[in-house]
């Protein structure tokens, strides 16, 4: 990665500002290396007990946890990937198939299996998004969504009412952390205290429950935590039906462009909002 001081400008200050971000910084990632952001590297610099001279060079790049490397993306495109769809369960206006990578949609098949031999049921609000489909304010540009490494559950089948939703979403440990239970007749007999999004508060349900969320790290696929955006008025943000298959990604050195080149021909990309966070790194830029 080039060196960077104060007076840079470009996408990579903007990747380094995503970075320190990553890192609990609070930057505006606008590309222009000013005085918030050296303050900022300086920081970083001072509490990784590395040279605090607010210049970001090869030790305090690596520290941030960006490869020096070309991004994967630039020059021979990977070996593309092909879409699968994964018949799933249909119950209310959730969808009972979701399209997929092909290697992800198997993970989800032997998912789907084992769930239903608990007596449990995979409903969806889809995996595959179109790359023409520009994000909302509850939706990323950079969603695994367009890598096709992500599946939604059914957004209302949690939270909504606790006796007889198929899923039941408790708190996690972690602020803004979920943990999804999957009704199933022959899973666990359970008491949990069920998050009641209606009251933005917990109310305890009885019944015969799966860890969803265990059985979905299980085969690759993990929970992201709500946004900090999410409240009573703003149910889109709570995002306790998103996993996402992070298999094969190497923090620090996957790209997102690099993971659409696995799905999408080039010249379908160029243009489209994705492809403008082509550079984007996994756990670094891009989670």
Same mark, same amino acid.
């Given at each position: 990665?080039?060196?960077?001081?104060?007076?840079?400008?470009?996408?990579?200050?903007?990747?380094?500002?995503?970075?320190?971000?990553?890192?609990?910084?609070?930057?505006?990632?606008?590309?222009?290396?000013?005085?918030?952001?050296?303050?900022?590297?300086?920081?970083?610099?001072?509490?990784?007990?590395?040279?605090?001279?607010?210049?970001?060079?090869?030790?305090?790049?690596?520290?941030?946890?960006?490869?020096?490397?070309?991004?994967?993306?630039?020059?021979?495109?990977?070996?593309?990937?092909?879409?699968?769809?994964?018949?799933?369960?249909?119950?209310?206006?959730?969808?009972?198939?979701?399209?997929?990578?092909?290697?992800?949609?198997?993970?989800?098949?032997?998912?789907?299996?084992?769930?239903?031999?608990?007596?449990?049921?995979?409903? $969806?609000?889809?995996?595959?998004?179109?790359?023409?489909?520009?994000?909302?304010?509850?939706?990323?540009?950079?969603?695994?969504?367009?890598?096709?490494?992500?599946?939604?559950?059914?957004?209302?089948?949690?939270?909504?009412?606790?006796?007889?939703?198929?899923?039941?979403?408790?708190?996690?440990?972690?602020?803004?952390?979920?943990?999804?239970?999957?009704?199933?007749?022959?899973?666990?007999?359970?008491?949990?205290?069920?998050?009641?999004?209606?009251?933005?508060?917990?109310?305890?349900?009885?019944?015969?429950?799966?860890?969803?969320?265990?059985?979905?790290?299980?085969?690759?696929?993990?929970?992201?935590?709500?946004?900090? $955006?999410?409240?009573?008025?703003?149910?889109?943000?709570?995002?306790?039906?998103?996993?996402?298959?992070?298999?094969?990604?190497?923090?620090?050195?996957?790209?997102?462009?690099?993971?659409?080149?696995?799905?999408?021909?080039?010249?379908?990309?160029?243009?489209?909002?994705?492809?403008?966070?082509?550079?984007?790194?996994?756990?670094?830029?891009?989670?």
């Amino acid at each position: 990665m080039k060196t960077l001081r104060k007076g840079d400008k470009g996408d990579e200050v903007k990747l380094l500002q995503d970075a320190l971000n990553a890192d609990g910084a609070s930057l505006k990632a606008d590309g222009d290396f000013g005085k918030k952001t050296e303050k900022a590297v300086l920081a970083f610099q001072e509490r990784r007990e590395l040279l605090s001279d607010g210049i970001v060079g090869r030790v305090t790049w690596k520290a941030l946890g960006v490869s020096d490397k070309a991004p994967k993306w630039a020059g021979d495109a990977p070996e593309r990937i092909g879409w699968k769809r994964v018949d799933l369960d249909k119950v209310g206006d959730g969808y009972d198939r979701a399209t997929l990578r092909i290697d992800v949609a198997k993970q989800l098949i032997d998912l789907r299996i084992e769930l239903a031999s608990y007596g449990g049921r995979v409903i $969806s609000s889809g995996g595959k998004r179109n790359i023409s489909r520009s994000a909302s304010s509850n939706q990323s540009s950079k969603s695994f969504h367009y890598t096709g490494r992500a599946i939604d559950l059914w957004v209302y089948g949690g939270m909504q009412d606790l006796e007889n939703d198929p899923y039941v979403v408790t708190k996690g440990e972690k602020a803004r952390q979920w943990v999804v239970f999957a009704r199933a007749t022959e899973g666990e007999s359970m008491e949990l205290d069920g998050w009641l999004h209606s009251k933005q508060d917990t109310r305890k349900t009885v019944g015969n429950f799966v860890n969803l969320t265990e059985l979905m790290e299980k085969y690759g696929f993990s929970p992201i935590r709500a946004r900090k $955006s999410y409240k009573k008025s703003n149910y889109g943000a709570a995002e306790w039906w998103h996993f996402q298959y992070e298999e094969g990604l190497t923090k620090g050195e996957s790209t997102f462009g690099e993971e659409l080149l696995k799905v999408w021909k080039e010249e379908d990309l160029k243009g489209s909002p994705p492809w403008e966070h082509r550079d984007a790194v996994f756990g670094v830029s891009w989670f």
